[in-house]
């Protein structure tokens, strides 16, 4: 059944009592007014009248005026809680206000004034010494030159400063006109923005400020006598007063909080010496493995099974590349040290994939446990790396091993959250379906929950295998080896070649290990 | 229809910390719903819910979204714990039971079929079929063997190497049918099989399972929101509001002497063509002999098929059970039986 807007509905249809066409239908004005009204708060009847109007016509000109807004300006925006405007315009005006002050009571051009009064002060010290020249019977045309350059110049830097001074007036009327013409904005759109607040109150109207709060407003004007004398202060006046341009700080606190925090980290170290020389070891094993199957293997074996790896993994064209990749490293000597790079973005991974991958499925299913990881994981990707490279050497020392522990912090986070995401993307259904078939609980880990969750795990440790790439330059600077090394020492004697050519060796390596991991886990996606 | 396999004896479920509390009060104030909301925080799901599932019926649990009757069947494999009350699946007490038996009871008792099938994207067909059995250690070749055959009884063989995306959805649903019959189950748990399926399918489908049931002897516990269905498919119907089991009856009582008004209201665009049965109406023979020439009917014909068979003939219809000839109808009798309860 269709109905146009013009048809009557039939007497004895089911809009029986409706007596007007669609088109007459007319919004409930009681209802609707009670509603302003105890949204409004005082001056209820002028803002229902004006939202009448507003939701009357359509079209952006505003067809009413707030006069209450045209005077306040800001305060009337704070008294009514719409903070959006009161900031808006509180910083506009204060930029009028900044011109007014400027034009009325600014030492405008006073700057080239006092360059003015220094040109004229050395063209007269020349002038002295060109008279007392001419007087001994020399040559004094050079000071001479010299007094005269200057003097004209003296006489620019004054007419400038008049100049600047006659803009006085313009800067003042700009100022004026730029606040009566914020003023009447705010008259015009007060009651638009209002209505919007109105619309939105009507929603939620415990988080939406309604009617006239006599603490907002004292809030507003506070804020608004704070800001503005400051602000008109610090940019009118010349030689303000330091603690305004610059905050009052006590070097002691600094100081003291330094040192204090170093201690804190040395009697960490000195006390926790046995766990953390441990936790190196472990590394350093992990490393060592690698390290040896990459570096003590001949190289033709390990580069045979890169590229056949390569070919495997992600098609011949990749196969080709690293074989071009390979020759570069191979040709420029940088094989050894390349390897070394792999190994240690090797055993960072390693290590990150064995301890994240547990951490993720237990976050995935522990809300409780998540919500503590949660700030934690935040703060490891957050934290600048060169942050926590200093509390990395104080606890672990310098060198490799302690490279892989900054790499593990910064290489982590995305392994824990992709897997934790992974687990909680698992649909219940299917869970609830294997356990009403008998299910354990390892079963339904290794049977539906880890099979469904495996593609968010593989993009979680192909971004780790990315981060961990990206650190491999960072951690030189702790004594971490590889070809992060031969950048830091091209980089302290600003060798451009031998740090373009390790550069790229770097970038190969990546492209590589990227290039193989990618297709790896594509086709595994495929499957 | 003796043997009870499925029984549950006052079960409650009420979600929330003052569970106790809340049952206590129900059974002594008969606390309402939206009381107990107010009053303990707590939402009844379940409300003093008893019912006996027999050996081979089909059991139909009715009820509109949010009557509790989703969760009130999966206190019968124990995917919920009941707050109070007993179930009894195959005289064992599910409640008392180890983890350990009770994953032996899911895996070799219990096929359940979801709303939402429910199937593992990654395996293929055959191994969803196979899960079940792969979870009891059962060896590879002897579950393959089973599932083809399970595939074959939902007609899917041929189907087995497939991946669930790649079938629609009526099939997946028998695919997931063939999983809850892999084990051979006595019982099965539906859980609005058929809702998410076009009505066409649906049909099919519910022909389908009846049959497969019926053939195999599996004592079945149906859950739908939709009469019609129920009333396809179930021997007894228990009507759910709130719950609270309104009802429970055969199809022809719930829609003959409805309980109450709600079950009245459900009832009444129901027509009476598909289930009122031929016996119920039949006028008995007493001993008289049939007329020989005269058309022979099923006890369990519906007075569709009969009215059908009707318009062929002048004579009166035979009806016949288990192959004897146990009584007759004429039009009179038919066309009462249409209006209802005048005969």
């Known amino acids: 059944m269709t109905m146009t807007l013009d048809e009557t509905p039939k007497s004895g249809g089911p809009q029986e009592g409706a007596t007007g066409a669609v088109r007459d239908i007319e919004v409930d004005r009681e209802t609707l007014d009670a509603s302003i009204a105890e949204f409004a708060g005082p001056n209820a009847d002028y803002y229902a009248k004006a939202f009448h109007t507003i939701h009357d016509t359509t079209g952006w000109f505003p067809r009413t005026f707030n006069r209450a807004a045209a005077l306040a300006g800001p305060f009337w925006a704070a008294a009514r809680g719409a903070w959006g405007i009161f900031w808006a315009f509180l910083i ?391 070809l992060g090394q031969v950048i830091l020492e091209a980089l302290q004697f600003a060798a451009k070649g031998p740090g373009l050519l390790g550069g790229f060796a770097i970038l190969f390596v990546a492209m590589v290990i990227d290039r193989i991991v990618q297709g790896a886990f594509r086709r595994a996606d495929q499957r | 229809m003796t043997e009870c396999v499925v029984e549950l004896d006052g079960v409650w479920k009420v979600f929330g910390a003052a569970a106790d509390d809340t049952i206590a009060a129900a059974k002594s104030e008969g606390l309402t719903k939206a009381e107990a909301l107010a009053k303990f925080q707590t939402v009844i799901g379940v409300r003093d819910a008893s019912f006996e599932v027999a050996r081979g019926e089909i059991f139909c649990i009715m009820g509109l979204s949010g009557s509790g009757k989703s969760t009130l069947v999966r206190h019968v494999n124990r995917l919920i714990e009941p707050s109070a009350g007993t179930i009894r699946v195959l005289g064992e007490d599910v409640g008392a039971m180890s983890p350990k038996v009770l994953r032996e009871m899911r895996a070799k008792h219990i096929g359940m079929v979801f709303q939402h099938m429910a199937l593992m994207p990654h395996r293929s067909v055959l191994d969803n079929v196979a899960y079940p059995l792969e979870i009891r250690d059962i060896p590879k070749s002897k579950r393959w063997a089973i599932s083809e055959y399970t595939l074959g009884l939902v007609d899917l063989a041929g189907y087995e190497d497939r991946l669930p995306k790649e079938l629609s959805g009526g099939m997946q649903q028998r695919v997931g049918i063939a999983r809850a019959l892999a084990s051979d189950p006595e019982i099965l748990l539906m859980d609005e099989p058929f809702s998410a399926l076009d009505p066409l399918i649906r049909l099919q489908l519910q022909d389908q399972f009846k049959t497969l049931v019926r053939d195999l002897n599996k004592s079945t516990l149906f859950i739908t929101h939709d009469l019609d269905e129920a009333i396809r498919i179930g021997h007894r119907i228990a009507i759910m509001k709130d719950g609270v089991i309104v009802q429970i009856g055969t199809p022809e009582e719930i829609v003959t002497s409805p309980a109450d008004d709600y079950v009245r209201e459900f009832v009444q665009g129901i027509s009476r063509l598909k289930l009122v049965k031929a016996h119920t109406i039949m006028t008995p023979l007493n001993g008289s002999p049939p007329p020989g020439d005269a058309i022979r009917v099923d006890g369990e014909a519906d007075l569709d098929a009969l009215i059908d068979v009707s318009v062929g003939t002048t004579h009166p219809l035979v009806v016949q059970e288990a192959g004897q000839d146990v009584g007759t109808i004429d039009k009179t009798v038919l066309l009462r039986g249409i209006q209802g309860g005048k005969a």
């Open chain 1, 92 to 482: 506009l005006e204060i930029i009028a206000f900044v011109q007014i002050g400027r034009g009325t009571w600014g030492e405008l051009g006073a700057d080239q004034l006092v360059q003015a009064d220094r040109q004229a002060a050395r063209a007269a010290d020349f002038q002295t010494r060109a008279d007392e020249a001419i007087a001994a019977g020399e040559d004094g045309t050079r000071f001479q030159t010299l007094a005269d350059n200057l003097g004209r110049a003296a006489e620019r830097s004054r007419e400038a400063a008049e100049a600047a001074a006659a803009d006085a007036q313009l800067i003042l009327l700009t100022g004026l006109a730029m606040l009566l013409v914020l003023r009447l904005a705010q008259g015009f759109y007060a009651n638009i923005v209002y209505e919007a607040q109105y619309s939105r109150w009507r929603v939620t109207p415990d988080a939406v400020p309604s009617g006239l709060s006599k603490r907002n407003l004292f809030l507003g004007a506070a804020l608004g006598l704070v800001v503005i004398p400051l602000t008109v202060y610090r940019f009118t006046v010349e030689g303000v007063a330091d603690w305004i341009t610059e905050f009052p700080a006590d070097p002691d606190i600094y100081s003291t909080s330094a040192r204090w925090l170093e201690g804190v980290i040395d009697d960490a170290a000195r006390s926790g010496a046995g766990a953390f020389d441990g936790i190196v070891l472990l590394v350093r094993r992990v490393l060592d493995a690698i390290s040896l199957a990459l570096i003590g293997t001949p190289w033709l074996v390990v580069m045979s099974v890169i590229i056949v790896v390569g070919w495997r993994a992600a098609g011949p064209r990749v196969a080709i590349f690293t074989a071009a990749a390979l020759a570069y490293i191979a040709f420029l000597g940088y094989w050894e040290i390349a390897m070394e790079t792999v190994a240690l973005v090797g055993a960072a991974v390693v290590l990150c994939v064995i301890i994240g991958i547990p951490l993720g499925i237990w976050f995935g299913k522990s809300k409780r446990a998540y919500s503590f990881a949660e700030p934690v994981l935040d703060l490891m990707q957050t934290l600048p790396a060169f942050v926590y490279l200093i509390p990395i050497i104080a606890f672990f020392g310098t060198g490799n091993p302690p490279g892989i522990l900054a790499t593990i912090i910064f290489g982590m986070p995305p392994v824990i959250r992709l897997t934790a995401l992974g687990m909680r993307g698992v649909p219940d259904t299917i869970k609830e379906a294997a356990t009403a078939f008998g299910a354990t609980r390892w079963q339904l880990l290794k049977d539906v929950e880890l099979p469904l969750a495996l593609p968010s795990i593989m993009t979680g440790v192909n971004q780790t295998i990315l981060m961990c790439l990206s650190m491999v330059v960072i951690i030189s600077l702790i004594g971490g080896g590889g």
